[in-house]
């Protein structure tokens, strides 16, 4: 079982910054990637950005050269460093841990981009 707790959602203007992060616990030893994902209303779940236990990186083509995945290991944390936002960038954003057998999610941080 992995608990994953996001943070650091909240209101910014178009061109301003975020950083979000995904605290994990529990049985985190066998996660094979971490991914951010994001839903706007109305539309379908879509991943942002990965980051692989190897340390590899991947982002979707709208946010790359904007944002950047990175972890702390020794904090157990995940972060999206989110720049030059935009409001199509406005959504649920949701932490994901891959494992050989099940996929977590946490429960979600709003972020609301103003034109």
């Known amino acids: 079982q992995v608990r994953l707790v996001e943070s650091g959602g909240g209101l910014v203007q178009a061109g301003g910054s975020l950083r979000l992060s995904c605290v994990a616990t529990?049985?985190?030893?066998?996660?094979?990637?971490m991914n951010w994902d994001r839903q706007a209303l109305g539309k379908q779940r879509e991943l942002v950005a990965t980051i692989t236990s190897g340390g590899s990186t991947n982002y979707a083509g709208s946010v790359k050269g904007r944002f950047t995945i990175s972890r702390d290991n020794a904090k157990n944390t995940v972060y999206l460093h989110m720049n030059s936002l935009k409001p199509e960038d406005t959504a649920v954003y949701y932490c994901?841990?891959?494992?050989?057998?099940?996929?977590?999610w946490g429960q979600g941080t709003q972020v609301t981009v103003s034109a």
């Open positions: 994901n841990a891959l494992k050989p057998r099940y996929n977590y």
């Open positions: 529990g049985s985190i030893v066998d996660v094979v990637a």
